[in-house]
């Protein structure tokens, strides 16, 4: 049996604090505290501001069995943990789990159990004799939450549909805690079983492999899964609920594809990709699949693209899509990558959330290795040219590496530096190791760290062992250290010595942060059709190099294969631009000079820009050509795009559209409504309606009214329509969109109602009365699904009506939901800063009640908490004495 000891103490705490408050609340009507900052909805912030590192392992976690039964009604959980472990170093005298305030029951362990201390964020359970090292041992942990993070449940009492009832977890980064007491990170590895009970007609998915299925009494059944490999614990999953099923096989290993009832029509598509994908990846990768199925579950409101949980990947309800949105965003991408993880991530795990580069990275860059499988060598090239130019050279000059330490939340890693970043690193090791020595080293890494946790040197170890050649230059340049090489170069043909000569120039800041690269470069030059390609290295901040050539060269290609990442400023003769537009085996070089003939907007650039539209082999070049169309914005050439709009590739056809209507000409809105009643495709419509955020006018709102009601698949439509009402930024959508908002309460998924509540807000932001709008904003706050009610506080905050700040500091006081609690500060700051300023004294009053408001929330939280502590605990004792 185990007592609570600071029920008084936090008792005594809240009074005193409430006390303290009210001698402040004369300043109520002057200004609200200022000091808020918008923070992250997702991820935990770590407690301290040292640097991150995986933490120490007191014992060996050897296997974890749950036995879990949900309630759907009152969205809770409750059940057993058992955790079987073996002290590693030392005897064990305590057990420290991570719980975040779960109501702990009854404790048991083989080695008894003197005392159970549980504070919110953990619980530990002291033994009555130490574990000796080397001993296995066990504790079993009954628990009970309703979990604000880490399992989610999705059902008709919270909006949605009756058919599709469902729970599912999300362990990544540390969310597993919220829901069962745990060793919660991922320099640890377990086998697991999950046990879970639920009514019989539904379905329950987990990890590995299905061991039973029972009958139980009140029409609920059992269902026993067991992972016999060990994984690490964020990737524990739980799916359960009423799903339509496809299924599948590749070899061995059983497929299974899960969707929502109310998206069945539409669920093939999204999988049709899977086995081709898995026997790409063993082929590639040189490692049969290594778990014994691979289920896909797709459900609604997921808090991401999806998650590589292993042998079950939980995915977002939005990659099944219309068929009649052909090839617009495609599933498939998002089915490679989490399917990559199951290797990269998943049997080889990153020890630390500094290195999740090996998690991600991989996985990015092995979605663009099946990308260039499926559709060609192009297409594989066009993605890591777009990451590039869009997501990783805009922040060449952030000085963060993509191992970095000095994170506060987790969910800082999982940006570009991680994803897209490392997988330019991969790309760049294939191309100097070339494909067949890169496959060996991966194949090596995966075999050499199967089953167990890597930092980035593993990786680098494994690749000198394979290439005889040092790479800590390569590693501390591009992965323990920030930004990425800016380049000037320039051509020039001597003559008289016949030499190619390029002066290159490190452009960008060299610091501590930044270094100077060493690149392993390349360069082609095509002389009398032949190319001819020369490798040199730069290594320095400025250097000349020169190339002997039989003769003057008809152009000069920088990195040709696109093996450097690096912002590049390359001055060429237009001539050779000219002559690359020709280039059928190069696809870069087309696009680069596609570029440069935008720039100048004469009747033979426009000519040829048009041919290359309507002609060129590869669809990336065709949307490019678009682009330069609409940049250089003349009479000619909009017509050009209007003569090219009957395009075959959709992603081109999508492009054209975009770009046709991108600017105002006085025939727009008729171009628009033309677009909208000939195109089949309901992505590009939604374009076209966007469009109309630019573009003013009676015709427009008519427009946008109309098919803001206009049904669609998963209301694409009318979120378009919304994007393009709050782009106008006109009153006049004011009243209908708040009848149109009150008329659709039942009847509009999640997304559609955030963005309507933004729309609404951002539109009514400048007018003097909107009581209206804050009234239909607010009943939102009490919405039971945590994404809405995030939405409806960042609506309130944009509306910025101090009118609403009782309300915010209601729902302040009471949320248990961080993300909630973080979306409320937001709003409440915004909603300050269009208010006339206060004095400073009035300013610091306020600053100081807001901190004796939280700090009062928080003991009130935690009084709460142990207060059902008590009662769990004497409804135990009750029990044990019976």
Known sequence: MFRYHRLCVGLFGCLMLAAHASRLCAVEAAIQCRAYDQQRDFGIELEGDQRRYAPDRAADILHIRLDVTPNFTDRSVAGTTRIEFQPIAEPLTELKLDAIKLTIGTVTSDYGIQEVVNDDQHVTLRFERPVPVGEKAYVEIQHAAHPTRGLYFRTPAMGYPAEDIQVWTQGESHEARFWFPCFDYPNERSTTEVICHVPAAMTVLSNGRKIGETAEDGDMKRVHWIQEKPHVNYLICLVAGNFHQLTGQHGDTPLGFYAPPSLAEHAETAFSDTQRIMAFFESEIGVPFPWPKYDQAAVHDFIAGGMENTTLTVLTERTIRSRASENVNPSFPLDAHEMAHQWFGDYVTCKDWGHLWLNEGFATYYTHLYTGHRDGPDAMLYGLFQDAENRILPNSRDKRGIVYRDYKNPQEQFDYRSYPKGSW???????????????????????????????????????????????????????????????????????????????????????????LFQIPAQVRFVVDGQAIEKDFEINQRKAEYFFALPSQPQTVRFDPHLSVLAKVAFDKPEAMYRFDLDQHDDMLGRILAVRDLAKQSTAENIERLQRVLREDAFYGVRIEASKALRKMDTPESLAALAAARQQEDARVREQVVSDLVGHYRTNSIDQVAEILSSEQNPEIQATALRSLGKL????SKTLLQEYLSRPSFRNVLAEAALDAMESQHRPAYRKPLLKWVESQTESLQTSTIRKALTTLAALSRDVKTKDAERKVIAQ????????????????????????????????????????????????????????????????????????????????????????????AAQETDKAAEK
């Open 425 to 515: 690193v991969l790309h760049m090791l294939r191309s100097q190791l070339g494909a067949d020595a890169y496959r060996a080293c991966i194949r090596d890494y995966l075999m050499q760290h199967a089953l167990g946790n890597v930092v980035s040197d593993d990786l680098r170890q494994i690749i000198e062992k394979h290439s005889g050649k040092s790479f800590d230059r390569f590693f501390d340049q591009w992965v323990y250290h920030g930004g990425a090489p800016e380049l000037k170069i320039k051509y020039d043909w001597q003559a008289k010595e016949g030499l190619a000569k390029l002066t290159v120039e490190q452009t960008h800041e060299v610091n501590d942060d930044i270094l």
């Open 780 to 871: 939102y706050l009490q919405d039971p699904r945590p994404p809405v009610q995030n939405a409806a506080a960042r609506a309130l905050g944009t509306l910025g009506d101090p009118a609403a700040l009782p309300l915010l500091r209601s729902v302040r006081s009471s949320t248990q939901d961080n993300g909630l609690e973080r979306a409320v500060d937001d709003a409440i700051r915004r909603i300050n800063e269009t208010r006339p300023l206060a004095p400073q004294e009035v300013v610091e009053l306020r600053r100081e009640l807001q901190t004796l408001r939280d700090e009062q929330k928080k003991l009130s939280d935690e009084l709460k908490t142990l207060r059902e502590q008590n009662a």
């Open 696 to 699: 003013q006018g009676g015709a």
